[in-house]
C-alpha cells in the first residue's frame, strides 16, 4: 500500500494482480488498483483531472491523463473521502504507478495531490 499527503489530501492505493485479465503468453499481465482520496484538511476539494505514469520493468512507460476519476469529479469536504477501483495493463509481471490529481478548492485555488508510487507485481514477486 502506498500513502501520501498534500495539502491536507491523503491517497492511498492498493494493487492487485487480476488473473482473468491477463494472458502471460501474449505479454499481456492486468492490474487493478483502488485508490482512496481522503480529505483531511479544513477545506473543500474536488478533483478536477489525473495525470499517472506507468511504468513497466522492461522501461516502457504509459502516460494517462484526463478529467477526473471513473467518469466523476469528487468533491470532497473536511473529512469525507472517496474510493475507487480502475485497472491497467502492462507487458511484463511487474512495474510501478505513480501520479497526481489536480485538485480546486473552492476559492478556485488549484494544486496537484500526489500519489505515491506503487508497485504492479504478481503475489509471488512482491517482496
Request: glycine share 10%.
Amino acid at each position: 500500500m502506498a500513502t501520501a499527503v498534500t495539502q491536507g489530501i491523503r491517497v492511498t492505493v492498493k494493487s492487485q494482480f487480476i488473473a482473468d485479465r491477463s494472458a502471460p503468453r501474449d505479454k499481456r499481465f492486468a492490474f487493478s488498483y483502488t485508490v482512496t482520496i481522503r480529505n483531511e484538511g479544513s477545506e473543500t476539494a474536488q478533483l478536477l483531472s489525473r495525470h499517472w505514469t506507468i511504468v513497466d520493468n522492461e522501461g516502457g512507460v504509459q502516460e494517462v491523463k484526463g478529467e477526473g476519476v471513473v467518469g466523476v469529479q469528487p468533491v470532497l469536504r473536511p473529512g469525507e473521502s472517496f474510493e475507487y477501483t480502475s485497472w491497467c495493463v502492462i507487458p511484463t509481471p511487474s512495474g510501478s504507478m505513480r501520479g497526481t490529481y489536480q485538485m480546486v478548492r473552492s476559492q478556485g485555488e488549484k494544486f496537484d495531490a500526489e500519489i505515491a508510487p506503487f508497485r504492479l507485481g504478481l503475489p509471488l514477486t512482491l517482496n
